[in-house]
């Protein structure tokens, strides 16, 4: 009995042993296939770098000019009707005889108007004034006198080559003080013969007041 109990476990252990050895190679071949099939399927992977996707530049906006002025064509060239002028055939020379000509005429210059002669200047009546022949005439410096009030003096005056060289004094109203008359007497000399300039010879008359306050 013990003999049978001894054969029996020794023959389990063993059938154990040889389906733990078949699993074992089961699973190594199982392991090893499908680790080929995955490095197969990974190797073909391609790694690629993708580009960021630049917008394109906006559109340049053209700028359009304005149209040109819209003229009205020129009107269409008509030429000008041609004119045909035809001149006149000259008059035939007619002859004339000896007999037939007419007396020659004799032209003569007409006299020219004799110019009328100018007519005279008007004569000067009464006494030249300095206005008259004078180009340049001065004032008499009013003297400084202790009188006031108004005297008046007619100058009779005589020119030489410019100059006068003569006066005569009509007093026409005197003043109450007889040196203050002579101041201003004497103030008309000086004036006439220092600042007067009369061209040539003559006579003239001058008229002098006085008004002194």
Not at 182 to 211: K, W
Request: hydrophobic share 40%; with cysteine; aromatic share 4%.
């Amino acid at each position: 009995m013990n003999f049978a109990q001894e054969n029996n476990s020794s023959s389990r252990l063993t059938g154990f042993g040889v389906v733990v050895v078949v699993h074992v190679l089961m699973a190594y071949a199982l392991a090893s296939g499908l680790a080929k099939k995955v490095v197969q399927a990974i190797a073909p992977i391609e790694t690629k770098v993708i580009e960021e996707v630049k917008k394109p530049p906006p559109p340049v906006e053209k700028v359009v000019p304005p149209p040109p002025d819209m003229k009205a064509p020129p009107p269409p060239f008509i030429p000008p009707p041609e004119v045909q002028v035809t001149a006149p055939a000259p008059p035939a020379p007619i002859q004339m005889q000896s007999s037939d000509r007419p007396p020659a005429t004799e032209v003569r210059p007409t006299p020219q108007p004799t110019p009328a002669p100018p007519a005279p200047k008007p004569a000067v009546t009464g006494p030249k004034t300095a206005a008259m022949v004078c180009t340049k005439m001065g004032k008499p410096e009013v003297p400084s006198v202790n009188w006031s009030g108004r005297a008046e003096f007619k100058a009779t005056a005589t020119v030489k080559a410019g100059r006068v060289v003569g006066v005569e004094l009509t007093v026409i109203k005197a003043a109450s003080d007889r040196k203050a008359q002579r101041a201003m007497q004497n103030a008309i000399s000086q004036a006439l013969a220092d600042t007067y300039e009369c061209p040539g010879d003559h006579v003239f008359e001058q008229d002098f007041v006085f008004n002194i306050d």
